[in-house]
Structures are given as C-alpha cells and as structure tokens.
C-alpha cells in the first residue's frame, strides 16, 4: 500500500527513483484530463522516494497533536502576565474573542487542506491559489518564527528545572544540552515515533489541564484547606478590570488591550495541524475533524481556565506580582501555583512544575518538528535549495531536520544572565511572526473561494467547509491587522523603549520586503480565479486516500481494531 510502504507502486506516469529529474516549472493552470497523468514536477506534492514523506501520522495522533498544540506554556503562564497587568474580566473577554479569531483562521486553513493535503502545507496554499510571493513570504515567515521559538522553549525548560537545581550548582547549558539532544533524537527517528511521542505528551498534558482545572473550581467554590469560598469576590475587589499605562476608562481599554496581544502569544501553534497534513493518513478526514474540534478546546481549556483563574487569583496579589516582575519562568510564575500557595496546599507547587516542565518539552519538540517541515514545505514549493526536501527512508526531511536543530543552538547563549532580555525581545519577534502567518491563511482562503466560486466548483464538493465562509476570514483578517499594528502600542502610549518597539514590529518590514521582493525579482503575477490550479496533483492524493481506505476495511473486515484501546476508553469521549 502506498500509504504504508515508500516504495509502493506509482501512478502511470509518474517518474522512477532512477529516472533523470524532471524541470517542469509550476505554474497556476486549470486541470485538464491530459495534464493530469503527464510526468511532472509538481510543486507542494512530492511523490519520489528521495523527497517524499510518510503518511505515518494516525487519527488519534493528529487529534493529540492538534490538542497539544492548543495547549502551551501561554496558559499555564502567560495568563500570569495578562491578570497582573489588566484584571479577571480583561483576560476573560481577550481570550474569548482572540479564541473565536484562531478557530476562523483554522477553519480557513481546514477547508483548503481538506480539498487538497499539500505537502508543503499552507505555503502551497497560498502560492496556489494567490500569489507565489505570497507563499515564499509566508513561508520563510514561519520558519523565523520556529527557528526563534524554538530555542525559546528549550531556554524555559532549563529556567524551570531551576526551581529544584540553582543555577550555581549546575550550568543551565547542561539541561539545554539535554533536551536539545533528545528533541533532535526524537525528530530524527521518524514521524511514526515522533506521532506516537507527541500522543503520550499531550494526552498527560491534557490530564493536567484538566486537573487544573478542576482544582480551580474546588478552590473557588471553598473546597481548599483554607475553606475560604472566593466566588466572584475578587471581580469587586480588587476589581474586574485594572487600569494599564493610564487611570480611568482608558487606562482599563488599554489594559484590556493589551490582554488581547498577550492572548494571541498563547494562541500562537493551534494552526500547527496545516503543517501535518502531507503526514497524515487519510487527511481529508483527519484534518477537518481535528479542526472542528479546535473550538471545543478552546472553549473548555483556555476560556473556563481564564474564568476561573479570575475567581481564584487577584490581580494584586503580591506573589503573582513578585513572579511577574522576577521574569522567572518557573512555577512561581504560573497564577494557578499562586492560587495553590493562596488556598495553603502544601507539596503540590513542586508537582505543578514538573508538570509545567513536560508542557515545554512537548513545545519544543513540536517546535522542532514544525520548523524542520515547513522548510521542507519551502523546498518543495521550490523557494529553498532542493536540498531541503530530500528524505531519509523513514521519510524525514533529514537536511531541513539538520538546519532547524543547529539553529536551536541559539539557546546557548542564554547560558548567560544577561542574554535573557535578548530572549524575551525574542518572544516579543515571535508574536509578530505569528500574526503574519494567520493573515497569510486568511488572505489564501479568500483567494481560494474566489477562483473556485469563479470555476463553478460547488461548495458540495467540499470535504470541509469553513461555517462563516468568507465573510469569517474577511472580519478576521481586519482584526489581526488591527491588532499586529497596535501589538506594541506601550511605545506611544507610555515610555518609548526602542528595542521593544523594533523587536515588536520588525516582522513586518521583513515580511513586505519578502513579498514584494519576490515579486519584483520574479516578475510573478497573482493568480487569475478562473486559472487557479484547483486540480493538478489531486489524482494522487486521491489514490493514496483510497488505499488507505481499502486497507482499513480490509483490516477491520480480519477483525482488527483501530486507534489506542487508552486514546478510545479514557481521551476520546472528552472531544
């Protein structure tokens, strides 16, 4: 089967791993019957065995993956930060509304991917359907941002493991050794590992979630040892907003403002599930439902953890100001150990933090992973060297893998105390990069049900279909613009800090010079809707969906069961 062996047998005229490449350049063009079994080089779709990956990603990994990536660092915190600085109702209504943004972003992305799984995920999307300056734009926008974030997490991961080993007894370089060594070792030995890897993670971090969760609730209904039933106490007092750079009215809409800045960070990594789609069996299933389910998630991880936080934490406790203040990244940062130190239960912060330290792990070996494909992606949509999108024979993108690891290295040199505020300008990079990558998506699905209302494709014929259709991604698109413009807004507001100001908007000169140098350089041309290429490439995911489902009846049919007998009983029934 095509799906499960890298050398299975190929569509009639399809080239041979011995046949000389081919140069066919892509270009957008409608499908024709006798283009469509004509040997090509195919942009975004690779089906050589020394470029081609492997569909070794099941339903349940794509699902734990898509859940992972929901579930970071920014919550368990970032809302730190975000209460401190605004008050229990700012980061409830910021992290609602930014909610509802990522979940059109990625029903955008879901109905694109659906119709056709590219290989190089959303940067083929783009190129196809929009402007090949575009998706060398969006592209390499990604990669800075996993490139950065990367070494960002292993950074936080060796911060954490402070809070049991000071860092005058054992150099954090060590620790950052550790895990970059085992993130790399973990990428390297295929996606089938790195899937199954990544499901155990993210099933344990979703159990600490939830016991979070849950623990808020017992606290802010008295259930602690301190017997205290909070309620909506702190919404009066201290207050449910907090004034932020000003007083009054003002000084609160800032705050809230800035909230919504620190709630799309935390967001930042649920559009990840685009990057999986040329590694996922039977994508045009996988992905829809992984979408689908990306708002349940939201609702139940990130907004009842937010509404709760606010019941449980004021904003003006000391230790949750003291723990901001500090720049740790450890436990002692995190409002809901404040809220265990708050309630006196004894023991559980240390617990807490071994917790936290498994959620940066998962964030940074997904954050390698990520970086590692959308090179690949880039590579094979033609804007890097070829080189890139070579494989090994587990499929792993082994040279783009190799670039994305050594970059990581960066970590090292917050070895030093005074190269952690060059790391927090780089989250700061970060964030920007992110916002960059959802106006892509949004602006190619906009282009997308332009040139397939234009060539009477009907929306019937759709595996997913966004709900708000276009109008969804044209209201998104306005509020990310609006929010990457004013993301840093403290520079004119309160006192202009000039790295804070080119760090928070320096992505978005990189980004234009990228398009329009692109475009400039290759005279390219954006596409026609009537001549979008909606088909080439097709009749071979097609293929593969078919003997992948063949092989499903015919396994099910010998009494086989699918999916883990764990994932079935004890995940699956929460989403």
């Given at each position: 089967m095509g799906v499960f062996n890298r050398k299975s047998t190929r569509p009639p005229g399809y080239p041979s791993r011995d046949s000389p490449p081919l140069k066919t350049e892509y270009t957008a063009q409608a499908y024709s019957p006798e283009s469509a079994s004509a040997p090509q080089e195919i942009h975004g779709i690779e089906f050589s065995e020394e470029t081609r990956l492997t569909r070794g990603l099941k339903a349940r990994h794509i699902t734990m993956i898509a859940i992972g990536g929901a579930i970071g660092t920014g919550l368990i915190i970032g809302t730190g930060v975000a209460l401190s600085r605004a008050g229990p109702a700012s980061i409830l209504i910021s992290y609602t509304v930014v909610g509802f943004l990522v979940w059109i972003v990625m029903c955008a992305l879901g109905e694109m991917a659906a119709w056709l799984p590219l290989s190089s995920g959303f940067t083929g999307y783009a190129a196809r359907f929009c402007d090949p300056a575009l998706g060398f734009a969006l592209g390499w926008t990604y990669w800075f941002k996993y490139i950065i974030v990367t070494p960002n997490q292993l950074t936080a991961a060796a911060l954490v493991l402070q809070f049991w080993v000071e860092r005058s007894r054992v150099n954090p370089g060590v620790f950052i050794a550790v895990f970059w060594i085992a993130i790399v070792c973990i990428n390297y030995f295929g996606v089938k590992f790195f899937g199954e890897f990544e499901f155990w993670l993210s099933t344990i971090k979703v159990t600490i979630i939830v016991g979070v969760i849950l623990l808020s609730l017992i606290l802010a209904l008295g259930g602690g040892p301190d017997g205290d039933r909070k309620g909506f106490r702190y919404w009066k007092n201290p207050g449910a907003f907090r004034p932020y750079l000003s007083t009054g009215d003002w000084g609160k809409f800032l705050g809230l403002w800035n909230t919504m800045v620190t709630a799309v960070f935390a967001y930042l990594g649920t559009e990840l599930v685009g990057v999986t789609v040329g590694e996922a069996q039977n994508p045009r299933k996988t992905i829809p439902r992984a979408i689908k389910l990306t708002f349940y998630r939201i609702l139940f991880f990130y907004v009842l953890s937010v509404f709760l936080l606010g019941m449980i934490v004021p904003y003006n406790s000391d230790s949750l100001a003291f723990a901001v203040e500090s720049g740790r990244t450890t436990a002692a940062a995190s409002p809901f150990v404040v809220a265990i130190q708050i309630a006196g239960i004894p023991h559980l912060p240390g617990i807490l933090n071994g917790c936290i330290l498994i959620f940066v792990f998962s964030a940074a070996n997904s954050d390698l992973y990520i970086a590692s494909r959308t090179l690949y992606g880039l590579a094979s949509e033609g804007y890097a060297p070829r080189i890139f999108k070579r494989t090994d024979r587990r499929g792993v993108p082994?040279?783009?893998?190799?670039?994305?690891?050594?970059?990581?290295?960066?970590?090292?040199?917050?070895?030093?105390?005074?190269?952690?505020?060059?790391?927090?300008?780089?989250?700061?990079?970060?964030?920007?990069?992110?916002?960059?990558?959802?106006?892509?998506?949004?602006?190619?699905?906009?282009?997308?049900?332009r040139a397939r209302k234009a060539q009477g494709i009907p929306e019937s014929a759709l595996a997913f279909k966004a709900p708000l259709g276009v109008w969804g991604s044209y209201g998104a698109l306005a509020f990310c613009i609006v929010i990457a413009l004013t993301k840093n807004f403290a520079a004119f507001v309160g006192r202009f800090h000039t790295a804070d100001f080119v760090t928070g908007y320096l992505g978005i000169p990189l980004y234009l010079i990228m398009l329009f140098g692109y475009k400039f350089w290759y005279k390219t041309r954006t596409v026609s809707p009537a001549t979008a290429d909606f088909y080439t490439g097709k009749d071979l995911i097609d293929r593969e969906e078919e003997e992948f489902l063949a092989h499903k009846a015919e396994r099910e049919r010998l009494g086989g069961r699918n999916g883990s007998w764990f994932y079935r009983t004890f995940v699956a029934w929460l989403f």
């Open positions: 082994i040279y783009a893998l190799g670039l994305s690891a050594i970059i990581a290295l960066i970590a090292f040199l917050n070895v030093s105390d005074d190269s952690r505020k060059v790391f927090l300008y780089f989250v700061n990079l970060v964030t920007i990069f992110g916002l960059l990558t959802w106006i892509s998506i949004l602006v190619a699905h906009i282009w997308f049900v």
